[in-house]
């Protein structure tokens, strides 16, 4: 029996009592039932030299509904410059650029946004990029000879921690990580600091010194150091030997 101390609820009380349930406020609207927000996209940086690869790969990537190319970038050092200016799920990097190598700078991504995944995108179907790719940081690796085909895939199953490589990849990683066991080829990860790794780079690309130095904005003196120390940290004795060993490490093509 109600309460005549208390005053009879308005029709607007009753109306708003009546749209609230035993779980908690309704969530309909005038507009109609509510609906189901969508699932957040992931956002992705696309890194590659050549301006129509880029094109090509953002049109696969942005017809997908659950994929969105946030940032584009020309060679690796602009792609660790994007990854700071912008918020990315997925890095998809090509091996080959100038100033940084896909190689090199997923290393960089890696150590600067450790949630970051990685994925190689590339025209080298070679075992030495493959496990240089890997041990960079990369979760997977994607031949662009088959990347209308491979590259969602390989993005949707980065996002689930879930490594992805090219039919057949698994048996080169394997027969490439033994053969150089068996050879002693095996050092130990990051014996080569980031500037001894440029420097490396431009030595085996053919730079002089004097040009070296230009690039970097360092001496002359000191590029002469660094590639001192290059041959005593890696038991070389040239130029030669030098640049092998670069095309080796992934940090030039061969």
Same mark, same amino acid.
Request: with cysteine.
């Given at each position: 029996?109600?309460?005549?101390?208390?005053?009879?609820?308005?029709?607007?009380?009753?109306?708003?009592?009546?749209?609230?349930?035993?779980?908690?406020?309704?969530?309909?609207?005038?507009?109609?039932?509510?609906?189901?927000?969508?699932?957040?996209?992931?956002?992705?940086?696309?890194?590659?030299?050549?301006?129509?690869?880029?094109?090509?790969?953002?049109?696969?990537?942005?017809? %997908? =509904?659950? #994929?969105?190319?946030? /940032?584009?970038?020309?060679?690796?050092?602009?792609?660790? $410059?994007?990854? &700071?200016?912008? @918020?990315?799920?997925?890095?998809?990097?090509?091996?080959?650029?100038?100033?940084?190598?896909?190689?090199?700078?997923?290393?960089?991504?890696?150590?600067?946004?450790?949630?970051?995944?990685?994925?190689?995108?590339?025209?080298?179907?070679?075992?030495?990029?493959?496990?240089?790719?890997?041990?960079?940081?990369?979760?997977?690796?994607?031949?662009?000879?088959?990347?209308?085909?491979?590259?969602?895939?390989?993005?949707?199953?980065?996002?689930?921690? %879930? =490594?992805? #490589?090219?039919?057949? /990849?698994?048996?080169?990683?394997?027969?490439?990580?033994? $053969?150089?066991? &068996?050879?002693? @080829?095996?050092?130990?990860?990051?014996?080569?600091?980031?500037?001894?790794?440029?420097?490396?780079?431009?030595?085996?690309?053919?730079?002089?010194?004097?040009?070296?130095?230009?690039?970097?904005?360092?001496?002359?003196?000191?590029?002469?150091?660094?590639?001192?120390?290059?041959?005593?940290?890696?038991?070389?004795?040239?130029?030669?030997?030098?640049?092998?060993?670069?095309?080796?490490?992934?940090?030039?093509?061969?």
């Amino acid at each position: 029996m109600p309460d005549p101390s208390l005053p009879e609820p308005s029709a607007s009380d009753r109306t708003t009592a009546s749209a609230t349930s035993a779980d908690g406020p309704s969530q309909t609207s005038a507009d109609g039932p509510p609906q189901a927000s969508a699932p957040a996209k992931i956002r992705i940086l696309l890194a590659d030299d050549h301006a129509l690869v880029r094109r090509g790969v953002r049109l696969i990537l942005d017809r %997908e =509904p659950d #994929l969105e190319v946030v /940032a584009e970038a020309g060679d690796g050092a602009e792609a660790i $410059d994007m990854a &700071r200016a912008h @918020e990315a799920d997925l890095a998809v990097l090509d091996i080959a650029m100038p100033r940084l190598t896909g190689l090199q700078a997923a290393r960089e991504l890696a150590a600067l946004k450790p949630g970051l995944r990685i994925l190689m995108l590339t025209m080298h179907d070679n075992e030495q990029y493959l496990f240089q790719a890997l041990k960079s940081g990369a979760c997977g690796y994607v031949l662009k000879s088959v990347a209308d085909r491979d590259l969602v895939a390989a993005c949707r199953a980065a996002m689930r921690d %879930e =490594p992805f #490589l090219y039919p057949g /990849a698994v048996t080169a990683l394997i027969r490439n990580y033994l $053969d150089r066991v &068996r050879h002693g @080829e095996e050092t130990s990860d990051h014996i080569l600091t980031p500037r001894e790794e440029e420097v490396l780079k431009l030595v085996a690309e053919g730079h002089s010194s004097k040009e070296i130095a230009e690039m970097l904005f360092i001496s002359i003196k000191t590029v002469q150091r660094h590639r001192a120390n290059l041959l005593q940290k890696l038991g070389l004795r040239d130029r030669l030997e030098l640049t092998r060993y670069a095309i080796r490490a992934g940090l030039i093509e061969p």
